[in-house]
């Protein structure tokens, strides 16, 4: 894993359960959730925004590293313990980017209490059933042809080859399999969306919120984007031409442009 | 000894009667390279008739010809196995046979949404049958668990669960409520329950996985291995008697079963050009995509830490599974068909291949007899060969080849489950457990 060595893991108690969070940078707290094949690992968007913000990532429970709480059933269970972990901590109202899975745990997250999070950058969220088109299944591939098929052009991503620090070694087909396993439980069927999402957030939520997609995405259809901006009043969608389900590696300068901007 | 016939019901062209068809439907799986998930367009429903009947016809003639058991299996969304749905087959050979028993190994309890279902289902044969209904279960293969939209992260637990929820549906009195952690029925009470009692008795087949062996030993149900290797077959016993030891039983022949690949014909070469053809396709379930063995959560975290430390690349070669086919050439093809056959002389020298005449198969069978001692044996022909072939084949066996098994049998002391309980010898706590495997015997192989 392409970790810096400044970024640390801690351990933390939610209830009877461990969280391990990872902390790199200096700042202000933001919330980072990360996708269905694990934490890709210290990435150049991290960099950037850890000048000014100490990222807190929750390595959720059964993806590896923290150890699997089995009451977890659904992505709504994990949601309201990522919450009870910022509640306990005064972490909240926080700032949260949330990728993929990661997305649709923060809209679950503000679903169930539009107050926790002050500002919300959604990087093409799962969550919600794209109107046209399915979301790709990733248990119908290997983990790694997954990973490859979320760019648009795996060759001409210049990050690629760092996300999970290539993904190619036994401990990461083990990380991968961890992670393919949890998201099995979490989100099996329906696949990787929830019907009652759209309904519980529809106009429940009044901070501010970026929405991000790639518009080539071959995960997440564009089409759920502008369910969710319907849902979110307010919120912003930023669609990048020529970019995949990655848009932090596959357009990171404009991608770090934006969050900073939209976080300052 | 209890011997059994078993296929998986291959839907197939006799090479030798459509040759051109047969080889286009191999070239299509290499293609795929997988059974599973091969679209089911070339499925022809009017040979799907004809063998699914050959097959239960063959089935019914194996009663007569004095075959102990009738062994079925199933599988979802392959050619390799026309039993989809292999109680219903079962329930055909109730009514159309009278002595032997029909066993099912096994039905894939995970990927069965309703237990409660699959309980009535199996009291149904075994009521029609007379009480020869001998269920089994599995976890069901990596593929059956996308093909049946069964979660593959809970598949030990819903296994663990669902067999015991069947045998509570069939041993406690109803009405009742169960509330298990996966399954949840408000009221229990199958008016149709087994007519074997206190409920059928219950045989798990597996290939090489431990947790599964160690389950049966505490649960006192045989094993059936289904053509493993013999030293890992050898280990997998040993690993047994000693969990057998631990819960205070000796475990015997009684407690094990196994599954041999065998071809009989009048000649040699005969019997082994039908004996190749086991491997047509790549021989079954041994050649398939990852994507399809290894769903997410499916293999224990050790067998994962295993694969990844020993597997070259345990993710390749993955691709979706809708889509079908590469885009080999004929010619490309024809060298990867060529290399699956040149495999044929190593399943031959490690036995697990038999084929050929009756004194040449014979010997063989009896070294793996010698080694193994299991109560259950069942014969294993598949592979696309044509209904005569397969016919002669189970009357070879059964004029020549199992007398002479069931002498072994006798000599070796091979009680199978009907002539001495599984479990039932006890053994006091401290006792060293006799082992029932001899793997000593391996080292005289017939030549």
């Not at chain 1, 059964?62 to 009451?71: N, V």
């Not at chain 1, 999070?117 to 399915?134: D, H, M, N, Q, T």
């Not at chain 2, 406690?172 to 229990?188: D, I, L, N």
């Not at chain 2, 010698?370 to 044996?377: H, Q």
Request: aromatic share 10%; proline share 8%; charged share 25%.
């Amino acid at each position: 894993m392409a970790v810096k060595d400044s970024v640390r893991e801690e351990t933390i108690k939610v209830g009877g359960d461990d969280l391990i969070v990872a902390r790199g940078g200096s700042g202000k707290p933001l919330l980072v959730l990360h996708e269905e094949l694990g934490w890709p690992g210290w990435m150049k968007w991290n960099e950037a925004l850890s000048e000014s913000r100490s990222m807190l990532t929750p390595l959720f429970p059964g993806f590896g590293k923290t150890p699997r709480a089995e009451w977890i059933l659904n992505v709504r269970d994990l949601g309201c313990f990522l919450a009870r972990y910022l509640r306990e901590n005064n972490l909240a109202p926080i700032e949260v980017i949330g990728f993929s899975l990661g997305g649709w745990i923060a809209a679950e997250m503000a679903a169930n209490d539009p107050a926790i999070f002050s500002k919300l950058v959604l990087v093409a969220p799962a969550g919600i059933r794209p109107p046209e088109a399915e979301i790709f299944d990733m248990f119908t591939v290997p983990a790694l042809i997954y990973l490859r098929d979320s760019v648009r052009d795996s060759r001409n991503t210049p990050e690629f080859s760092k996300l999970y620090d290539g993904g190619l070694s036994p401990e990461q087909y083990e990380a991968f399999e961890d992670a393919r396993a949890e998201t099995a439980r979490l989100a099996w069927q329906p696949y990787m969306f929830n019907p009652s999402l759209p309904h519980l957030l529809d106009g429940t939520l009044k901070a501010p919120t970026l929405i991000v997609w790639g518009k080539d995405d071959h995960v997440v259809p564009i089409t759920a984007a502008a369910v969710y901006q319907r849902a979110i009043k307010g919120s912003r969608l930023i669609a990048f031409d020529t970019c995949g389900h990655r848009p932090e590696v596959e357009k990171s300068d404009q991608f770090i442009k934006e969050v900073r901007n939209f976080l300052a | 000894m209890h011997i059994m016939w078993f296929t998986e019901r291959q839907y197939h062209y006799d090479p030798e009667v459509e040759p051109d068809r047969s080889l286009q439907l191999e070239r299509q799986i290499l293609r795929n390279r997988s059974f599973f998930g091969l679209p089911n367009q070339n499925f022809d429903p009017q040979t799907g008739s004809m063998l699914l009947n050959q097959y239960l016809d063959e089935k019914i003639y194996s009663e007569e010809l004095g075959f102990d058991g009738l062994m079925l299996n199933e599988h979802h969304g392959t050619p390799f196995c026309l039993g989809s749905v292999m109680d219903v087959e079962a329930a055909v050979l109730a009514k159309a046979t009278k002595r032997a028993r029909i066993v099912l190994l096994g039905n894939p309890v995970p990927t069965v949404a309703n237990a409660l279902r699959l309980a009535e289902e199996l009291a149904m044969i075994d009521l029609i049958s007379g009480g020869r209904l001998v269920p089994g279960w599995v976890r069901g293969a990596g593929s059956e668990q996308l093909a049946n939209n069964a979660n593959p992260a809970y598949n030990r637990e819903y296994f663990e669960e669902g067999v015991e929820f069947i045998v509570k549906a069939w041993t406690t009195p109803g009405p009742f409520r169960y509330e298990g952690k996966h399954f949840h029925f408000r009221f229990v009470n199958p008016w149709v329950v087994p007519l074997q009692k206190p409920h059928p008795p219950i045989w798990i087949p597996g290939l090489v996985s431990p947790d599964t062996v160690i389950w049966c030993a505490k649960k006192r149900y045989p094993y059936i291995a289904l053509a493993t290797r013999l030293e890992p077959t050898v280990e997998l016993w040993n690993m047994y008697t000693d969990q057998a030891a631990r819960e205070g039983y000796q475990a015997g022949p009684e407690n094990f079963g196994y599954l041999q690949p065998v071809f009989v014909a009048d000649n040699q070469a005969r019997a082994e050009e039908l004996g190749k053809r086991f491997l047509y396709g790549g021989a079954f379930a041994h050649f398939a995509r990852p994507e399809w063995m290894f769903p997410p959560g499916y293999n224990s975290k050790e067998a994962t830490r295993r694969m990844a430390r020993l597997a070259r690349d345990p993710n390749l070669p993955g691709k979706p599974i809708h889509e079908g086919g590469g885009h080999e050439t004929d010619e490309e093809l024809e060298a990867i068909r060529q290399s699956i056959y040149a495999r044929y002389e190593d399943s031959k020298r490690d036995l697990q291949m038999i084929a050929g005449t009756p004194d040449y198969v014979i010997p063989r069978l009896n070294k793996v007899l010698e080694v193994l001692r299991p109560g259950i044996f069942s014969f294993w022909l598949d592979g696309p060969v044509g209904y005569q072939d397969r016919v002669r084949c189970l009357e070879m066996l059964s004029k020549h080849v199992v007398p002479a098994l069931r002498e072994t049998g006798k000599k070796l002391g091979l009680v199978d489950p009907f002539e001495r309980k599984p479990g039932s010898v006890p053994l006091a706590a401290g006792r060293p457990a006799e082992r029932v495997a001899q793997p000593d015997a391996l080292a005289s192989m017939p030549a």
